[in-house]
């Protein structure tokens, strides 16, 4: 641990059970110590053995968060870029199969030369020296570190041993632990129960690491009795029970932990100055989001739709477009595997606005382009993201340039028309992890398109992930129907951004602009298509009263 340290460190671990929101309140908590002017990281360490989640389904894992730098992360890291409007990398998310890879790597290249290679102190050491990685830099004054899983949990026993002996490697004042953990209320009982909490935290001890904090999630205020008992069972001030009771926003939640004053816990343990937060913004945010003069009803097309983790970027993007317009968007989310021709109008009737959603394989494609055909002839507001603009290309390709087995490759690799079809360098690939087009890439707004309207700049950087591209051999051909090329990546020649000039909003992306709309910036793409669909639904409404 040779360079100097000069943030301070805040590790988050979790007990009792998974699912409690760790992401949510260490970026909470991020964000109130941001808002008093301290520049804030947060990373995650996940205990799993993939390298990465990008190998993972979203059954599995829920959504795959791609950042700037390429690196297939966690979904937690959206919230941090969310609520902290920061950009994260690979740095912030370190797993136990990346951990041992690089042990692995070191010793096969001989660094341990002599020694045997054991979880302590190597696997331990090398954790440790992620986990101060981000502080190298000298930018941060704070990084909360997020332990992902459940204390107690085999897999997570290194993490937290290195947590406990990070504490040893820095000073006194620049080492807190919070713990979060569940009181559960027992209906029959008609009582909050204290002891899951106490077990998690007697287990965290004998581990070596007595919480300074217990953050709770609850159900139920938590009556002082309780606070009482919490605190000296598990030896911590009672100052530090922060309640965390069940939010009906994600976005509430900086609140909340505010009105519990869980920063000004944490500033006073860390000998930080106790200044007040300015939220302005945030609640400024939450008073839109929370009284909408308008809603629209947006139809999502995908095929994880019981799923709604595996889109969380996107159903987040919404939020944030949605407050922007002072309008509630309720999202309708429809299988794709369900839509046929004979009932595309019925699954989309009554929608103003209808996104076709990312995602890999042949399964629910072509309910995706009969949808999307239902969109082009039926003029709704339509927005495509990566497989989203590789059906709108299939769609046009089959059905306006008569090209009817016209398909992409990944779905069908005999097409005569491989409308969308793999980039050279990616067709010697075979290893899975890793290997897609990753990350930021920088995109040139074609001028007098309806893009360089919404973004109001010609050159654009978004993120992506996918393996197929639109094939330029029939550029001319599409351009030539109104299908127009609105945005190039001139240094590859590839096409990222279709959109129909006959059509009010009929836009296709191939990157992910989900993956950057924050709560303070939410994405101009976002804001126009929700523009677009309370525009559509006022010509409607129009429409069926002429009709009446
Ligand atoms: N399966 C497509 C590809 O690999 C699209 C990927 C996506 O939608 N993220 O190109």
Redesign the pocket.
């Known amino acids: 641990m040779g360079s100097a340290k000069t943030a301070k460190h805040i590790f988050v671990t979790g007990g009792v059970t998974s699912s409690l929101g760790k992401g949510i309140i260490s970026a909470s908590l991020g964000k109130l110590l941001q808002a008093r002017g301290l520049s804030v990281t947060i990373q995650k360490f996940d205990p799993y053995i993939n390298i990465d989640p990008g190998t993972l389904n979203p059954y599995e894992h829920g959504e795959c968060y791609v950042t700037d730098d390429g690196a297939e992360t966690d979904l937690d890291l959206g919230h941090y870029e969310r609520f902290l409007s920061i950009t994260t990398s690979q740095a912030n998310n370190v797993t136990t199969g990346r951990i041992y890879h690089n042990v692995i790597t070191k010793e096969r290249r001989g660094d341990y030369l002599g020694k045997t290679v054991q979880v302590i102190p190597h696997i331990t050491d090398e954790i440790k020296n992620n986990f101060f990685k981000l502080d190298e830099s000298g930018e941060y004054d704070i990084i909360i570190t997020e332990i992902g899983g459940c204390v107690g949990d085999i897999e997570s026993l290194p993490f937290i041993e290195a947590v406990r002996q990070a504490k040893l490697d820095l000073s006194p004042n620049d080492f807190l632990s919070i713990h979060l953990t569940l009181i559960p209320y027992l209906h029959a009982a008609k009582e909050l129960k204290t002891k899951p909490t106490q077990h998690s935290v007697k287990q965290l001890l004998e581990a070596g690491i007595q919480p300074d904090i217990l953050v709770c999630r609850t159900e139920l205020p938590l009556p002082i009795e309780i606070r009482k008992k919490l605190a000296l069972f598990c030896n911590v001030q009672l100052n530090c029970v922060i309640e965390a009771i069940d939010a009906e926003s994600i976005y509430d939640v900086p609140l909340h932990m505010r009105k519990e004053k869980l920063a000004d816990r944490v500033l006073s343990k860390l000998k930080l100055p106790k200044t007040e937060p300015d939220l302005t913004k945030w609640k400024e945010f939450l008073g839109r989001l929370k009284n909408p003069v308008e809603e629209v009803e947006i139809g999502l097309v995908g095929k994880y739709v019981e799923l709604p983790d595996a889109y969380k970027s996107i159903v987040e993007s919404f939020t944030h477009a949605g407050a922007e317009n002072e309008c509630k968007v309720n999202i309708r989310w429809i299988s794709s595997e369900d839509i046929t021709p004979a009932n595309v109008g019925d699954s989309l009737h009554g929608l103003h606005g209808v996104l076709v959603a ?4 042949e399964r629910g494609i072509q309910g995706k382009i009969e949808a999307i055909r239902h969109l082009r002839e039926n003029e709704i507001p339509f927005l495509g ?4 603009l ?1 059906c709108a290309v299939t769609e046009f390709a089959r059905n306006v340039l008569n090209m009817p087995k016209a398909s992409s490759t ?1 779905i069908d690799p005999n097409t005569p028309h491989p409308v969308i079809d793999l980039m050279n360098e990616q067709k010697t690939i075979t290893d899975k992890g890793g290997t ?1 087009r990753l990350g930021a890439y920088p995109c040139t707004l074609t001028k007098g398109s309806k893009l360089y309207a919404i973004y109001g700049k010609m050159h654009i950087s978004e993120r992506h ?5 639109f094939n330029n051999q029939y550029l001319a051909e599409f351009e030539n129907a109104g299908m127009i090329a609105a945005g190039i990546n001139m240094d590859l020649n590839l096409v990222e951004i279709f959109e129909l000039k006959s059509h009010p909003w009929f836009i296709s992306v191939q990157f ?1 602009p989900e993956l950057k709309s924050t709560v303070l910036n939410p994405h101009p793409l976002f804001i126009r298509f929700i523009e677009a669909a309370l525009k559509f639904r006022k010509v409607s409404f129009k429409k069926e009263a002429i009709n009446l």
Not at 385 to 388: A, F, N, R, S, Y
């Open positions: 990312p995602g890999f394989g993201i990566c497989l989203g590789q990944e897609m992930r996918h393996r197929y591209e992910h």
